[in-house]
């Protein structure tokens, strides 16, 4: 059986990221991939808020777009503009970044294993058994379980995961009709807390999508009815279907247990109102590759707890409020959604997104929309203390 400092369960973008960072601090690593090719089917719309740039390393050839702006869209089509002077998101090649990012981890040292599913892992003792000809195990002081929504690992010591199910088209609209550095957001109150995107790609290409509680014929059909409806992507011709799955945030999910610790999806680290997981997923590896080195080097695993503890400390406020955001969405009807889009649009709402509106942290936009009293204006009472309790 051979033996590692780590093991990583799970070739995505957080794991390989995390098997970086620990290769990088001269940690013996594994990465164990159930898949044989890395990145491939895409599940992700791709789109990223720049802190991406920040949180991990982004060469400028995955980026298909910068973004500066979007267009909001109500269920009556009542539109919100909103822009920015520097990008506020890129649109990645996301099968692309996946491969560089493994690549980056085994340059920086890793040994990443192909077509090995993990089976099992026992927790206390770091021991993992693989599914493959020899059924073969491994064993390493630290194990992390990086594997996505359905997680094996993190099936061990936490109860099955709630998600939201997604479906993605690439379409082509056949002549120049987007503006390729906008994207365009739709609400529903069917959908809702989700919502529906349309991502260009080029001024005739465009990924589109959308997450809700629904099962997968449900999207099919409110994707093509987007179609249907909106001039701006009518009459598209279908390339590609894509499916996918996004965990619900849970606050409560067991993050470590013994010698192993969760990660990404597989940790349920996704933004409740966007669905993204990324950003939050690279700054975690990162929080918890200190954690698992200082745990390594004192030779003590309970320093493993540093992790969930740092976590929290760093996203507890922002996950709140947007928890909330959330909650308030999911209750809104069409009608409410309606008088919402109008109202902001009249108390001047666009420029104040414009300004205060980050992609990757809503607390400031809403701290601001309470400020001016746009959110008391709008929102019944009640709803809007609830909001405004979340500063106190
Ligand atoms: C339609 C859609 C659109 C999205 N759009 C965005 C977006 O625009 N921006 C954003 O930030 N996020 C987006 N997301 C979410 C984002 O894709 C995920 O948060 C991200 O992929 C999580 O990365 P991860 O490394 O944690 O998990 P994953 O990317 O799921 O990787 C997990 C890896 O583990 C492997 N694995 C699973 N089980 C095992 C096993 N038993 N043994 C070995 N290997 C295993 C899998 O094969 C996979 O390679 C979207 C998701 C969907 C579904």
Redesign the pocket.
Known sequence: MKNYDVAV????????TFARHMAEKGYKVAV????RE??VPL??????GKRIKKVNILPDKFIINPVHGAFLHSPEDTILSVQKDKPEAYVLD?VGY?KFLAQLAEDAGADIFLN????KVDTLRGVID?KNKENDKISATVVVG????????SEKFNPPVESFQ???YLVDVGEKRFQKDYVHLYVDSRVAPGFLWV?PLSESTARI?L?ADCNYQQLNILLKELIDKRPEIRGSTILKK?????PKYNSQKQLVKDRVLL?????S???PT??????M?FTCAEIASRAASQALENENIELLANYPQEYHEEFRKELKAQLMVHKIFKSLTDADLEYMFRKLKEEGAEEIISHYGDMDSQSILIKELLKRGILFSILPKMLSRRISNLWK
């Not at 599940?43 to 990223?48: E, F, I, M, T």
């Not at 594997?147 to 094996?152: E, F």
């Open positions: 369960v799970g070739a995505g973008p957080v794991g390989s164990l991939e159930k898949k890395i990145g599940q992700c719309a791709g789109l990223l996301r996946d090995q599913k993990v089976e693989i990086a594997d996505g929504h359905a997680s094996t690992i997604a479906a993605q991502i999508g997450f894509y499916y996918g799955v996004i990660l990404g999806d597989a940790a680290q996704v933004k966007t669905g993204g997981g990324l950003i997923g």
